[in-house]
C-alpha cells in the first residue's frame, strides 16, 4: 500500500517513521510548503518521495495522514474527500465545530475518514474498559510544559480534547452536565455523568509530563499513567488498627499486566487496516466532532465565566476575583 503525509512537522515525521516501519506501506510520498521540512527526508528514510504539490501526491496514494496545523485541517481534509482518498487527520479534527460539522456531512460511506485521537490507542484504554464498571469519581489530569510547535489550537483542543475522547467513549453515559474554570495556559472541567462527579485538568505551564487517570469504585480505586502505560489497583484495607495516636490499614496493591505498545503505531496500522479492508476507522469523523461540540460547550463556559464579576454582600465588584462562583 502506497501511503501519504501531508505536513512534515513533528507529528508529520513521527507519521513518516512509523510509516517505513510497517509491513503494509510500500511507498511513502509526502508534501509539506516549506522545503526545509523535507529536504533530509531522502537521507533518513529510502521508501520516502517528495511530492511538488498535494495534487500530484493525491494521484500516487491509496491513503493519506494529514499533519498540517489545525487551521489547515478543513481545508486539506476537503481535498482528500473530494478526491475519494482514505484520510486520518490528527486531532482536532477541524478548527471549529461548524466546520467539523461540514466536513462530517461531505465523506461519503464508503470511503474510510479518521482522526488521530491517539489515546485511544494508548494500550492501558482496553484494559481499564474490562477493569471499570461503576465508577463513582473519575480525574484525568494532562500537564504539559509550554510548547511552541502548537499552533492555533487552545489548550482544550491541544490537550484535554484527549481526555474528553476517552471520557465518553470509556464509560457508558445517559447523561451529562458540566462546569469549568481557567484560562487560555491552565484549565479545569468538571463533569457530572448521570451522577459520577469526573474531573478533566490541562496545563500548560507544569515544570513536569503529567498523564494521569485516577477512577474510585466502591470496593477499590484505580491508577492509570499513559506514558509509563502502567496500571495499578488499590483494595480497600482489609484491616484497621489505631495504636495510641497513629492509625494503620493493611491495603493490597495489585499492578496489571499491559502489553506496551507504541500509540502512534497501533493507531496507524488500525487505519491501514481499516483502508484495506473498507471499514470505519476506530475513531469516527462524528465522534471527532461530538469532541468538538464538548469542547465548545467549555469554551462558552469559560467564556460566561469571565464576563461574571462576583460581587461583595455590599454590591462593590471583587476585581481581582475573575474566576466566577
Not at 517505513?20 to 529536504?39: A, G, R
Not at 485521537?117 to 480525574?139: C, D, G, M, S, T
Amino acid at each position: 500500500m502506497d501511503v501519504g503525509v501531508i505536513g512534515c512537522g513533528i507529528m508529520g515525521k513521527n507519521h513518516i517513521r512509523v510509516y517505513s516501519e510497517l509491513k503494509l506501506v510500500d511507498q511513502i510520498y509526502v508534501y509539506d510548503p516549506d522545503p526545509k521540512s523535507v529536504s533530509h527526508l531522502k537521507t533518513t528514510c529510502e521508501s520516502v518521495t517528495v511530492c511538488p504539490t498535494i495534487e500530484n501526491l493525491i494521484k500516487k496514494v491509496d491513503a493519506t495522514s494529514i499533519c498540517v496545523p489545525t487551521p489547515y485541517h478543513f481545508r486539506v481534509a476537503k481535498q482528500l474527500i473530494e478526491s475519494h482518498v482514505p484520510c486520518l487527520v490528527e486531532k482536532p479534527i477541524c478548527q471549529t465545530v461548524q466546520e467539523a460539522r461540514e466536513l462530517v456531512k461531505m465523506i461519503p460511506d464508503d470511503l474510510t475518514v479518521g482522526v488521530g485521537h491517539i489515546e485511544r490507542f494508548n494500550a492501558i484504554i482496553p484494559e481499564l474498559a474490562q477493569i471499570i464498571k461503576h465508577p463513582v469519581y473519575i480525574e484525568i489530569n494532562r500537564h504539559n510544559p509550554g510548547s511552541s510547535r502548537i499552533v492555533g489550537t487552545s489548550i482544550i483542543e491541544d490537550l484535554m480534547i484527549h481526555d474528553i475522547d476517552i471520557l465518553f467513549n470509556l464509560f457508558p453515559i445517559k447523561e451529562w452536565s458540566l462546569t469549568c474554570s481557567g484560562n487560555d495556559d491552565v484549565a479545569t472541567a468538571l463533569f457530572t455523568l448521570d451522577s459520577c462527579p469526573a474531573i478533566l485538568t490541562a496545563s500548560r505551564k507544569s515544570s513536569k509530563k503529567i498523564r494521569r487517570i485516577y477512577i474510585e469504585e466502591e470496593h477499590f480505586t484505580v491508577e492509570g499513567d499513559y506514558m509509563a502505560q502502567e496500571i495499578y489497583i488499590h483494595r480497600k484495607p482489609g484491616r484497621f488498627s489505631i495504636d495510641g495516636e497513629r492509625y494503620s490499614q493493611e491495603t493490597t496493591i495489585e499492578k496489571v499486566q499491559v502489553n506496551k505498545s507504541e500509540p502512534l503505531k497501533k493507531e496507524l496500522k488500525t487505519f491501514l487496516r481499516a483502508v484495506r479492508d473498507k471499514k470505519p476507522f476506530t475513531v469516527t469523523p462524528q465522534q471527532a466532532l461530538e469532541n468538538m461540540v464538548i469542547c465548545e460547550r467549555i469554551h462558552k463556559d469559560l467564556s460566561n465565566r469571565e464576563r461574571h464579576v462576583p460581587v461583595t454582600s455590599s454590591g462593590n465588584p471583587i476585581v481581582a476575583d475573575r474566576g466566577g462562583t
